[in-house]
């Protein structure tokens, strides 16, 4: 079985689990890079059931694969100049101490009630990557295109914190909250907003990762091998991201992610 081959310390990683966790790592650091998050919620359902591997190791791997494949992902936005730095600071501020929070909580609940959770949080990013909607917010914008803070930081601050929450709790980026948050509610162009959405995933993933490595079980070969290919996804679909419509990709990811929300439910409740 996969879960008896990628155990730290019983036997050698299998090559069927290797070519496994190269083709989800690519894909997952695809969909981060294309979609500024998303592809984050696909990680620890993909450790879970596909490696085989327990949620309290999943969650921390998955935010080290996060973390890194963000962080490499959010360079060529850099470069094209597609990252609100401060809004991204406002976010990291909030949601630091709420990715840390939500850590300790997730060590305290049972996996069934993780998973189940998760499962509900799938559906709802779904139904959010569905939404259609060009109408931006103007809450942080004003008209010599700086930010405006008065009306800016009681809508950025309390979603920053909420994003981290869930960061922390479930090994997720929150890119599919990070986005419309600052599209629909602060005013922010798509593009700078997936740039942004990056830097502030980089930020609550490595926090939520910091937290959860003391104590923590972590196959390293297996978390490796997984980041090196988020790595190349993201690299490379960050630079053609900036240049594509990815609205027609993101209807097809959210589809795909109710089907692995149905799944876990299933297993969850009925196969266990």
């Known amino acids: ?23 989800l790592g690519a894909v997952i650091g695809v969909l981060l890079g294309l979609l500024g998050g998303g592809g984050s919620i696909l990680a620890v359902p993909a450790l879970v059931y596909a490696l085989g591997l327990g949620v309290e190791q999943a969650i921390p791997m998955s935010l080290i694969v996060v973390a890194v494949a963000s962080a490499v992902g959010v ?16 976010f990291a501020v909030a949601g630091i101490p709420a990715a840390l929070l939500g850590s300790a909580i997730g060590e305290r609940l049972p996996q069934r009630v993780l998973m189940i959770g998760f499962a509900i949080l799938m559906i709802g990013a779904g139904l959010r990557m569905l939404t259609d909607s060009t109408d931006a917010g ?9 930010i405006n803070w008065r009306r800016c930081a009681p809508r950025s601050i309390p979603a920053g914190f909420a994003v981290g929450l869930l960061t922390g709790l479930f090994g997720v980026g929150g890119g599919f909250v990070i986005i419309p948050a600052l599209v629909l509610l602060l005013g922010v162009q798509m593009s700078v907003a997936i ?4 830097l502030i995933i980089v930020a609550n993933s490595a926090a939520g990762a910091l937290f959860h490595l003391d104590g923590a079980s972590i196959d390293w070969s297996i978390t490796a091998a997984f980041v090196a290919t988020a790595i ?41």
């Open 75 to 90: 360079l060529p936005r850099l470069r094209a100049g597609q990252v609100q730095w401060r809004l991204a600071a406002v």
């Open 138 to 146: 103007t809450a942080c914008t004003v008209g010599d295109g700086g």
């Open 195 to 198: 740039g942004t959405s990056l």
């Open 232 to 272: 190349g996804g993201s690299l490379v679909a960050g630079h053609y991201g900036a240049r594509l419509d990815t609205g027609r990709l993101q209807h097809w990811f959210a589809y795909l992610v109710f089907a692995v929300a149905a799944y876990v439910l299933l297993d969850t409740l009925v196969l266990t």
């Open 1 to 23: 079985m996969l879960r008896e081959s990628v155990r730290p310390g019983v036997e050698a990683v299998s090559p069927v689990t290797v070519v496994i966790t190269l083709v």
